[in-house]
């Protein structure tokens, strides 16, 4: 991500990112909002994961087996649907 940005400036110089961003928003609704949902995703994945860690830190009692696998697919769940309002805005 931000290293191939990076270098693509530095290959390309200066204002090649900012193009290829700008190309990537104005090529279609599929790509731009695929690429908006790659960007998303792995974030919301992974700060609502850490607040399911911060809640089983706080109250050990809730990690077993079966809430371990029910919080897994509320994870996934919740993750998918705000990464899919990501793409609207």
């Known amino acids: 991500g931000a290293a191939g ?5 530095l290959i390309g110089g200066n204002g090649t990112a900012l ?5 990537i928003g104005n090529s279609g609704l599929v790509l731009s909002s695929g690429a908006k949902f790659a960007v998303a995703f792995p974030i919301v994945y992974h700060y609502f994961g850490g607040l399911r ?3 089983w830190d706080n ?14 697919y509320g994870l996934i769940g919740a993750s998918v649907l705000v990464s899919g309002v990501a793409l609207v805005v």
């Open 59 to 72: 109250a050990p009692d809730m990690l077993t087996n079966v809430d371990v696998e029910k919080t897994s």
């Open 5 to 9: 940005l990076g270098a693509l400036e």
């Open 19 to 23: 193009s290829l961003m700008s190309d």
């Open 53 to 55: 860690h911060l809640v």
